[in-house]
């Protein structure tokens, strides 16, 4: 789902809702979300998922067309984790359990 699909989901779901408003209300959040995570904050939405940000540590990589050693400095990512009702929807209602994992 692309952000105009959401936007266009979200005005068809409340009619009060102009369009521009829906994209607005869109906006808003992950701008919210984006300014929450630069700042190193953990943002959880229940039921659907935490986001967090997650330091790399510098290390040394290698340039595929060269094979020349490289050096990565040290960076910080955005990460998602799944909540608990998100990952049973995905699953069709069975959430994997550490014994059911094979090997």
Do not use: C, W, Y
């Not at 979200?10 to 808003?28: G, S, Y």
């Amino acid at each position: 789902m692309t952000r105009s699909e959401l936007v266009a989901k979200i005005a068809a779901a409340n009619p009060h809702l102009q369009l521009r408003e829906a994209e607005l209300i869109v906006q808003t959040i992950l701008d919210e979300i984006s300014q929450a995570l630069g700042r190193g904050d953990r943002v959880e939405l229940r039921g659907f998922g935490a986001f967090t940000v997650k330091q790399r540590a510098a290390r040394s990589g290698r340039n595929p067309r060269t094979g020349e050693a490289v050096e990565v400095a040290d960076k910080a990512a955005p990460f998602f984790r799944a909540g608990k009702e998100l990952r049973e929807r995905v699953n069709g209602g069975h959430v994997p359990k550490a014994g059911d994992l094979p090997g």
